[in-house]
């Protein structure tokens, strides 16, 4: 453990699980809490948004910091996801100087092999991001499972922009009896409406801009399921995106909440939902939203 000092605030920071989970035994009480938080870094107002409920809601808040390498499909954006540590570091100390860091090494992690553990989600990992990003949740279920295993949570937290992300780690959860209860958090915002995610920093100020019509359309989307099929709304949607030659749409998806199977036809016992990603000069950007 080194602690960090930041504008004379002294906060806990772990680069090792050893010495982190003896101090957590150390604060453990009786029928005291821990929130989680798993992180990747490169932290916006939503990341934080997250530690402020756990915060409200836990005796103690973990947070860890860690590029895994086992969910990314694609090298190049391995590489160039932003590490930014220190930044992260300051973010946090400034929310609160009590919430404990965890910024592991991947030998920490993965102990000289780094691979996925395979994971059966029961299809959900089949679906959208699935098709398109090859082995992605084994390396979600791995790290979240490792994680959870280090830190001992009551509740983690993740932010509901990973929807498909959630299901998964719900489901991982379920399947492997452990004792972690899993809060999906709203997505935090920017002005324009564009979903806050550490890729949106690669993008240009008038990429950023015109990236409101992601969210803009998915508003609409919503608004035209009311009275259109799920075929209509996809359509609709697929030629916005055409006349948009700025963007590269590389799925609208209109899905089950619960199974994440495609809508074909309505049906009033489940529950919709939009899924969207979309590229804006090869930076890949996800949103979501309820069609209740």
């Given at each position: 453990?080194?602690?960090?000092?930041?504008?004379?605030?002294?906060?806990?920071?772990?680069?090792?699980?050893?010495?982190?989970?003896?101090?957590l035994n150390s604060v453990k009480t009786l029928n005291s809490t821990i929130g989680f938080v798993p992180t990747m870094g490169a932290l916006h107002q939503g990341h934080l948004s997250l530690m402020q409920q756990s915060l409200a809601e836990n005796n103690n808040t973990v947070v860890s910091i860690f590029v895994n390498p086992t969910q990314f499909n694609n090298a190049e954006d391995?590489?160039?996801?932003?590490?930014?540590?220190?930044?992260?570091?300051?973010?946090?100390?400034?929310?609160?100087?009590?919430?404990?860091?965890?910024?592991?090494?991947?030998?920490?992690?993965?102990?000289?092999?780094?691979?996925?553990?395979?994971?059966?989600?029961?299809?959900?990992?089949?679906?959208?991001?699935?098709?398109?990003?090859?082995?992605?949740?084994?390396?979600?279920?791995?790290?979240?499972?490792?994680?959870?295993?280090?830190?001992?949570?009551?509740?983690?937290?993740?932010?509901?922009?990973?929807?498909?992300?959630?299901?998964?780690?719900?489901?991982?959860?379920?399947?492997?009896?452990?004792?972690?209860?899993?809060?999906?958090?709203?997505?935090?915002?920017?002005?324009?409406?564009?979903?806050?995610?550490?890729?949106?920093?690669?993008?240009?100020?008038?990429?950023?801009?015109?990236?409101?019509?992601?969210?803009?359309?998915?508003?609409?989307?919503?608004?035209?399921?009311?009275?259109?099929?799920?075929?209509?709304?996809?359509?609709?949607?697929?030629?916005?995106?055409?006349?948009?030659?700025?963007?590269?749409?590389?799925?609208?998806?209109?899905?089950?909440?619960?199974?994440?199977?495609?809508?074909?036809?309505?049906?009033?016992?489940?529950?919709?939902?939009?899924?969207?990603?979309?590229?804006?000069?090869?930076?890949?950007?996800?949103?979501?939203?309820?069609?209740?």
């Amino acid at each position: 453990m080194f602690a960090l000092n930041f504008n004379k605030i002294t906060m806990p920071i772990f680069y090792g699980k050893a010495a982190l989970i003896e101090f957590l035994n150390s604060v453990k009480t009786l029928n005291s809490t821990i929130g989680f938080v798993p992180t990747m870094g490169a932290l916006h107002q939503g990341h934080l948004s997250l530690m402020q409920q756990s915060l409200a809601e836990n005796n103690n808040t973990v947070v860890s910091i860690f590029v895994n390498p086992t969910q990314f499909n694609n090298a190049e954006d391995l590489e160039k996801y932003p590490r930014t540590l220190d930044k992260d570091t300051q973010k946090i100390a400034d929310l609160n100087s009590d919430i404990i860091i965890y910024a592991p090494s991947i030998e920490d992690i993965y102990e000289g092999k780094i691979a996925s553990q395979d994971f059966d989600f029961d299809g959900l990992e089949n679906q959208m991001e699935g098709k398109f990003r090859p082995g992605h949740f084994n390396g979600v279920g791995t790290i979240v499972k490792k994680l959870f295993e280090i830190v001992s949570p009551t509740n983690a937290y993740f932010g509901q922009k990973d929807f498909q992300q959630l299901q998964i780690v719900k489901k991982m959860v379920l399947k492997n009896n452990l004792a972690v209860n899993i809060i999906g958090c709203e997505i935090f915002r920017e002005a324009n409406g564009l979903a806050m995610s550490s890729r949106n920093e690669r993008l240009s100020a008038p990429e950023r801009e015109k990236a409101a019509i992601i969210y803009q359309t998915l508003l609409e989307a919503k608004e035209k399921f009311k009275t259109q099929s799920c075929a209509e709304v996809k359509n609709w949607v697929n030629q916005v995106f055409k006349s948009n030659p700025i963007f590269d749409l590389e799925y609208f998806e209109i899905a089950d909440e619960e199974t994440l199977i495609s809508c074909n036809e309505k049906s009033k016992d489940k529950n919709y939902r939009a899924f969207i990603a979309v590229f804006v000069n090869n930076i890949r950007l996800i949103d979501t939203i309820s069609l209740k």
